[in-house]
């Protein structure tokens, strides 16, 4: 089994910056993402990473967001610049085994909260 914690969410000003931070409890083969779900709305895959740090974004954050991995801490980042109030959502990490599917294990989630 493989914990899943994610930090760095909270209250930032539009066009603000923040950092979330995901640490996994052992070494991740596959890709590891950032998921979120904004209220009434169905999760999303904002970015995600491939152990070989190969990056793919959703459209609504290309150019603002930049996904990170540290596979020797096997922890990934989410660096979120240019911040807008519909980047409002609780955050998920996720992670999946090489050639899965789906992702299998997902952390708790962290609020960010963007003010106009």
């Known amino acids: 089994q493989v914990q899943v914690v994610e930090s760095g969410g909270g209250l930032v000003q539009a066009g603000g910056s923040l950092r979330l931070s995901c640490s996994a409890s052992r070494f991740i083969n596959g890709d590891m993402g950032w998921h979120r779900q904004a209220p009434g709305k169905q999760r999303e895959l904002a970015a995600a990473i491939t152990r070989g740090r190969i990056t793919t974004y959703a459209d609504s954050v290309k150019g603002r967001f930049t996904i990170s991995r540290d596979n020797a801490k096997n922890t990934i980042y989410l660096q979120m610049n240019s911040l807008k109030p519909e980047d409002t959502a609780v955050y998920y990490c996720?992670?999946?085994?090489?050639?899965?599917?789906?992702?299998?294990?997902w952390g708790q989630g962290t609020q960010v909260t963007v003010s106009s």
């Open positions: 996720s992670a999946r085994i090489l050639g899965a599917t789906s992702y299998d294990y």
